[in-house]
């Protein structure tokens, strides 16, 4: 069965038709149906005769928007109107690049958790030495300790579910490994990860981080944010620095041609547009935010990455994960 | 004038002895004279007939230990004694590469603040792009609105006198670049910082940081410990990956040849230990953190770099800023 995609081309830096040529290229990618939100003219003319539902909702939430009103003023937007459509099982996920404490707060709303949850977390897939979970990647700026539990169960079931690891390593972030490291609510969220029946590895350092220690990261949203954009930042860094290496003189560019596929596979591990999108783990349906920034190239891995997630059931498995999860008390 | 450095070879991850070899080595390159404190057998041993000042004070602060410790059961450790000699006259500044919550602390105790502050933060010089002042780096794993904004200061005061920037540019570290994200505290920081003498360039995002657009990057403890760790951890993390990348087979072994030199510059920006330690700004008298696994190069660094710190009067530059800011009420 081919997913029904929903997709809000309002509110990223990008005009809606490049989002709507990436939603078009993914479709072709793998078959799934399309429902584009937004501007109905704009998303026609980018069309360009692709068949595809359209839904008229030109009104975006922007980034400097407050989160709220997208369940208030702007309950008419892209935005809103895609997780409507969502929660009334008008398509099988739903993606947007708009503001992400505004689409948190449209899926809470609109979508809401998972009975016996009360927040959810954006999670990512950070592709280093080995890719691993992060949760919450920067929907809950402030977490405290037993939502951290959470966000490492969430992150748990889906780490087995889209990267196939059986007993994921789940690791807290902070400030050192000890467990009396951290804030207060980082060392009780210590003593319960301990307490659980996960494979709870410890803390973990930023400098361990990228070397692939664990399979679930597990942090507040504010300090997911920082880290993951951190990582593509130096990514970047990375990838300007080594052009203006090769690209220095004769001889360092004749060495560039030498080691060019294999420098090539090894900075795709870098390239965060290859992973597509972060799914809000927790809310019910699924709800796939990816980058305020994202170009025609992420919207089609995204779209691609939603179908897989339909298609392998991902959203089943997690509800199962979380059921058994409420009976533990978690 | 020569300095005269007290150095605590203690607590580290590495044995006394390299931490003493590296102190030589670093007075052989400056001149500085060294007053070594810990177990006086293994360093005098280590000494192998070098010229030194030795204070015997053999109990080391340990990583698991309480940072209340060091004022309490451990205040006759190596770490309480050379804060007791720096705060005493008996030297002009003080390294210390042990428990950074115990140093905190007993430099707070035995050196205090200067006047009109209550905490101090620790800096860092991240050496990227372009080399810019963190604060604070991992003093304070919690920081209200005030402390952030008095963090900025010390960064800006320390980035005048240390990378010679006239009117740095401050950033607050945060999820996003919109005033109202982050967190209540983040939230209030901007307030206070928008509205101070200070060149603030608004929130800066975790993408943007390794690539110069600031000169000052300001937040609290627990995240400023995770993204300076996490910068290094990438660091390795792609350094190991280019080892692999020109060791993959003969065509790239040859091309690594070709981009060695450019390439070893550009990596060197990422060398950690090139930078040696992280004064802790705020506290009256000069202490200075070394990396817990500081290596005999990175004593070496630190040790040329505090010299550095006393002759261009470093100390009474910040002493001056600080003065300043208590009148304007910061």
Redesign the interface.
Known sequence: MKANIIIDVMGGDNPAAELVRGAVAGSRGCGAALALVGDKTEIRRALDGFKANIIDAPEAVL??D?AMSVIRAKSGSSMATGCRMLAAGDGDIFISCGN?GALYTAASHYVRCYKGLRRAALSAIVP??QPFVMADA?AN??ADALSLLRFAKLGEIYCQAVLGVEKPRVAL????T?P?????I?REAYGLLTASDMNFVGNC???????GVCDVAVCD???G??????????????TD??K???G??T??K???????G??K??MK?LDDTAYGGAPLLGISKPVVKIHGNASEKTVRSAVIQANGFAERKINEKMAEGIASLTVTGV
């Open positions: 980034m400097t407050d992400t280093l030495s920067g700026p402030e972030i902070n400030n050192g000890e009396q490291k951290g804030t207060k980082y350092e930023g400098r361990d981080l990228p070397l949203g504010f300090t944010n920082v880290v993951i954009k951190l990582i593509e930042g130096m990514g970047r860094f990375m620095g080594l203006s290496v090769i220095a003189n001889k360092t004749l060495g560039g041609l030498l080691v060019r294999e420098l596979k090894f591990g």
